[in-house]
């Protein structure tokens, strides 16, 4: 009962500046410890003897630049834009113990990016307490090589290439999914609606029917309390970051508490997990894989009936954790772009009446949006890639870790170090697009063409690109052709416009807002080959 008080009063933000503080002061007592006891500590001064030095803000003595960003943790991001306008596209901070260098430059992230040495993840407590090094995000080494080829195979081919085969049954039942988000919001009608938690159900069954072959209805108690617990993750796991670099942070009882709670989270959410992998398990049939945890069961089967085969990180417990990131990965990362896309599009009529001019010439109204419309619908597709350009819902990456001391750029950046690319810098940098504030397509269209710069990296780029990004892009256009079909969406009249300024949780997210959507003049059936159940359209 107290735990559960104190932890609703953790999740309010106005706590985490309170942590930061706390965060700080152990930073300083740690750091000053270490010194004492000789341990290897680098300092914000420590990039090694006559070398150049990256440069960085300056830090105080013990602390380094923690105390510069505390109250930041909403405009993270920001402030460390703010610095590479200083310092450039490489810099140092330091982090209560531990270094941390930022790259903002795009080529430097590439050239980073592509080395082995810069493509671990920093060695975190969670990973070794909640993880336990398995699954694709904190893995590291020959295990996620090879867990990383298995699953890239398995995404591509689910995401991109069965999504345009229009015969499959996966396909059917994504574009099922998008009649189903629709139909819930035709009722909403002229009502003002947050679509925040209608799109974490849509995102969250796509999710579960391509890794699980599971859909759930929008109110299965089963499926809700998972996402309210993957929600509430998030928030813990950001609160809870300073652990990771302080594990004597964990000696204090609210921290403590937000740490029992992310496991007993993780418990909760493989529990949901085991349950369909084995509702799969039962059902599965040899030489069909119908989803990824079905090509996984076959690949464990396989290698288990090979008598020559003695090494194989293909386990049960490797499958769960790789089956929970790409649902975490894939949840919160492709629901905000939505929210976003949503956002600007009302924000921007012009934009949506070009994009619905574009879908009502190309793909009419007689039947739903296809994969295979993609490469007609060119100022569309410009437009998603304008909405993943301004809401860099990743704006600083997943963290890398540097393996050894390495020689980058001139500088060197020391083992252990954390790597963070600012992606948002990367997106919003005037030498490289003209008026990044305003958002406007055009600038992805070159003589009618899409053109992407090799500066646009929403998914990031080199050895950890993202897993999903096929699976992602091919969610975005979907959703976003089949919801701007029969539907105009706009902002209440009688609120506050929303601004589009972001707030860093462990994604960049649109503050709460509201949109309405009307439907528009369209006769469109419930899937892509005009068959399946109707949805009524009623004119604006
Ligand atoms: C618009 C949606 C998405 C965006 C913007 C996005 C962006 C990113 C970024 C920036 C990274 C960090 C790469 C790095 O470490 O350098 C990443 C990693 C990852 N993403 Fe995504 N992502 C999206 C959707 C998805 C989806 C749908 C899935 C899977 C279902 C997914 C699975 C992963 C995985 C597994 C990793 C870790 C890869 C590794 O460590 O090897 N993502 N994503």
């Not at 890239?152 to 988000?181: P, W």
């Amino acid at each position: 009962m107290l735990r559960s008080a104190l932890l609703t009063c953790i999740l309010d933000s106005s706590i985490t500046s309170y942590l930061f503080i706390v965060i700080v002061v152990f930073g300083a007592v740690h750091r000053f410890l270490a010194v004492i006891l000789k341990r290897k500590v680098p300092l914000p001064s420590s990039s090694g003897g006559s070398r150049p030095s990256l440069p960085g803000p300056r830090g105080l003595p013990l602390v380094g630049n923690l105390l510069s960003l505390v109250g930041a943790d909403a405009i993270f991001h920001l402030k460390l834009t703010g610095w590479a306008k200083k310092y450039g596209g490489i810099y140092r901070l330091s982090l209560g113990s531990s270094e941390a260098v930022i790259l903002s430059d795009p080529a430097m992230i590439r050239e980073a990016f592509k080395m082995e040495q810069f493509s671990a993840r920093p060695d975190m407590l969670f990973v070794k307490q909640i993880v336990n090094g398995n699954g694709l995000i904190f893995s590291e080494g020959d295990l996620w090589k090879e867990q990383r080829r298995f699953a890239l195979q398995q995404m591509r081919h689910f995401g991109m290439y069965r999504l345009a085969a229009e015969e499959d049954q996966l396909t059917q039942k994504i574009h099922g999914e998008i009649q189903e988000f629709m139909h819930v919001l035709d009722e909403y009608k002229e009502t003002a609606v947050d679509l925040d938690q209608l799109l974490s159900r849509m995102i969250g069954n796509i999710l579960c029917t391509t890794i699980c072959g599971k859909r759930f209805e929008y109110s299965d108690p089963t499926f809700l309390r998972c996402l309210d617990t993957m929600e509430e993750g998030s928030k813990l796991v950001k609160l809870a970051m300073g652990i990771n670099y302080l594990p004597v942070l964990r000696s204090i009882p609210m921290m403590n508490a937000i740490f029992l709670k992310i496991k007993s989270n993780n418990l909760a959410t493989k529990a949901f997990f085991r349950s369909l992998i084995s509702e799969r398990a039962e059902t599965m049939e040899p030489g069909i894989s119908r989803d990824f945890v079905d090509a996984y069961l076959h690949q464990i089967q396989k290698l288990r009936d090979d008598e020559t085969f003695d090494a194989s990180f293909f386990t049960d417990a490797q499958m769960m954790q790789c089956v929970i990131d790409l649902f975490g990965a894939g949840m919160d990362t492709t629901k905000t772009s939505l929210q976003w896309a949503f956002l600007y599009m009302a924000l921007h009529p012009h934009v949506q009446e070009r994009v619905q001019e574009e879908l009502d010439r190309i793909v009419g109204t007689d039947r739903s949006p296809t994969m295979d419309d993609q490469k007609d619908l060119k100022f569309t597709e410009a437009t998603i890639c304008e909405i993943l350009r301004c809401s860099s819902v990743f704006p600083l990456g997943m963290p890398h870790e540097a393996t050894e001391d390495t020689m980058f750029r001139g500088f060197t950046v020391p083992k252990g170090a954390t790597i963070f690319s600012n992606l948002y810098a990367v997106h919003n940098d005037e030498t490289l697009w003209k008026h990044p504030a305003e958002f406007n397509p055009e600038r992805f269209l070159v003589n009618g063409q899409v053109e992407k710069p090799s500066f646009f990296m929403p998914f990031s780029t080199g050895r950890r690109v993202c897993l999903g990004d096929q699976l992602a892009k091919a969610e975005m256009f979907l959703v976003i052709t089949s919801v701007l079909q029969r539907f105009h969406l706009a902002t209440p009249s009688a609120e506050p416009k929303p601004d589009a300024s972001g707030v860093l949780g462990m994604s960049l997210k649109p503050k709460p807002h509201r949109l309405i959507a009307t439907p528009r003049k369209t006769s469109v059936a419930g899937s892509p080959n005009g068959k399946g159940s109707p949805v009524e359209c009623s004119e604006k």
